[in-house]
């Protein structure tokens, strides 16, 4: 094992949900989803592999051939009551308010502010752990893992865009994250 710790993060592959710009319920990858997850790269030698509890987070693992465990601090952003909304059906105000206030959830659900916060806990729970690391979740943790390597202001969280299969390389030495590389 390595000295220091290497974790590649994994945005799930694509749902219908993710097309149709939903928000997501527990869904399924589509046919698009499962192509993308068969045709991925492959990941190299892997000390231990996490992925989030949502359908589209296991299936895009086990389609990666990765044999992870469930992690509930990478489960999605909680969208509460806009869960399977299309975007552009919400109250413009509360989408506003929504986009604007990482600490307002005016969807009943997770403020963005406790979604970087549980990814921050979860991320300080791997700086004992060695090696090579893959967690398969969601473009929102990724976001806040992000956010959480570079120190950035939460208001950030909208700026950073996460494809389904793109990968976030993030290394621990010593006292914190620094990301390295995106894709």
């Known amino acids: 094992m390595s000295e220091v710790v290497r974790l590649t993060l994994v945005s799930h592959a694509m749902t219908d949900a993710t097309a149709a710009g939903r928000f997501p319920t527990d869904e399924p990858l589509n046919a698009l989803g499962h192509r993308q997850a068969d ?11 996490y992925c989030g509890p949502e359908k589209r ?5 086990e389609l990666l051939g990765l ?8 489960a999605d952003l909680d969208f509460g009551g806009w869960r399977g909304s299309v975007l552009g059906g919400l109250p413009p105000a509360d989408l506003a308010v929504w986009l604007t206030d990482p600490a ?3 969807h009943g659900g997770e403020t963005v502010v406790g979604l970087i916060n549980r990814v921050h806990r979860w991320l300080d729970s791997l700086a004992p752990v060695r090696g090579r690391l893959v967690a398969v979740t969601h473009p ?9 390597a570079l120190d950035a202001p939460p ?3 909208w700026r950073i865009d996460v494809a389904p299969m ?5 290394h621990f030495r010593g006292q914190a994250w620094t990301l390295r590389s995106g894709s």
């Open 166 to 170: 793109s990968r976030a390389v993030m």
């Open 155 to 157: 208001k950030s969280f």
């Open 140 to 148: 929102a943790v990724v976001r806040a893992a992000i956010l959480v």
């Open 57 to 61: 987070a296991r299936q895009t693992a």
């Open 104 to 106: 307002r959830a005016p």
């Open 67 to 74: 044999s992870a465990a469930v992690e509930p601090q990478l």
């Open 39 to 49: 045709a991925a790269v492959e990941l190299g030698v892997i000390d231990a592999a």
